[in-house]
């Protein structure tokens, strides 16, 4: 699921215009290259480690770990619609920051209020799609590589937030309903990736979709990811524990971070004038 060279997915629109009038940004969000997808699932997968660290070791317990994600979380995006352009350390304690309070939101409805797990996946879902729907018919694009105004950023970290959410619910339904095992949920969403991106480069499936049902795909997959490697070997697991794993994580992270800050392959090149 690399980047489309040619940025021409259905839904794209030139760079020079954001369709509505508005004086365009550079490119806010990182283009879809390797690191950003291993970035991904490494953030995805210390949101599940982190939220259930804070709210079992840390005492704090569900709603005490989201009040506390949440403030982070507004503070952090503050930072990011302030930048004018791309700066990978900001955007991503944003995504990682943004999976913990994903994860809680989906968890404080599953084990907080007693939701289904296949009414709060359909909830999101519908919401997600409804995110799309209004983010298309107000911006003409969903398309990450013109993430360049206020609104159209607005729109796509509202999606990463239900993505997030989707993902969380969908994942748990899936485990329980399938009694997969960790080691084998992993194996399964990643070819069920791994068929997206086929269908994108073989079959032509559009890029802007293919983006988004690997962006929530990837949920599942670092959820179950983290559990495998976190929870005990008795339960499946291979017993580092969540102070373990996030540690691990986060500092691959941090040094790919900062290896995209310094080289700049995840930016998108500035538009030319003539």
């Known amino acids: 699921m690399t980047q489309d060279p040619s940025h021409t997915a259905s839904f794209a629109v030139p760079r020079s215009s954001d369709g509505t009038g508005h ?3 550079r490119n806010k969000v990182p283009e879809p290259t390797v690191y950003f997808w291993i970035i991904k699932v490494l953030c995805t997968t210390v949101g599940e480690t982190a939220a259930d660290l804070l709210a079992q070791r840390a005492g704090l317990g ?6 506390l994600m949440s403030v982070l979380l507004a503070l ?3 930072a ?3 930048t004018r352009a791309y700066r990978p350390g900001v955007y991503w304690t944003a995504v990682a920051l943004i999976s913990v309070v994903g994860t809680l939101i989906s968890d404080n409805l599953t084990d907080g209020l007693g939701v289904p797990l296949e009414l709060s996946t359909a909830v999101f879902a519908v919401l997600l799609a409804a995110t799309f729907l209004t983010w298309h018919r107000q911006e003409r694009t969903l398309s990450v590589h013109h993430v360049d105004t206020t609104g159209r950023e607005a729109f796509y970290w509202l999606a990463v937030l239900f993505t997030f959410a989707l993902g969380t619910a969908a994942g748990d339904l899936v485990a329980e309903r399938m009694a ?4 084998t949920s992993i194996l399964v969403f990643a070819a069920v990736i791994a068929l997206v991106a086929v269908a994108h480069r073989a079959l032509g499936l559009d890029a802007v979709w293919s983006f988004w049902i690997a962006y929530v795909l990837t949920r599942p997959l670092g959820a179950s990811t983290g559990d495998y490697l976190s929870q005990p070997t008795g339960d499946g697991g291979l017993g580092l524990g969540t102070v373990v794993t996030s540690a691990l994580f986060l500092a691959v992270i941090l040094a790919l971070v900062v290896h995209l800050s310094v080289t700049g392959k995840d930016t998108t090149p500035a538009p030319t004038t003539a």
């Open 180 to 183: 997969l095992g960790y080691l």
């Open 76 to 78: 952090v995006l503050v």
């Open 62 to 67: 569900l709603t005490g770990v989201s009040a």
């Open 23 to 25: 004086r365009t940004r």
């Open 80 to 82: 990011q619609f302030r």
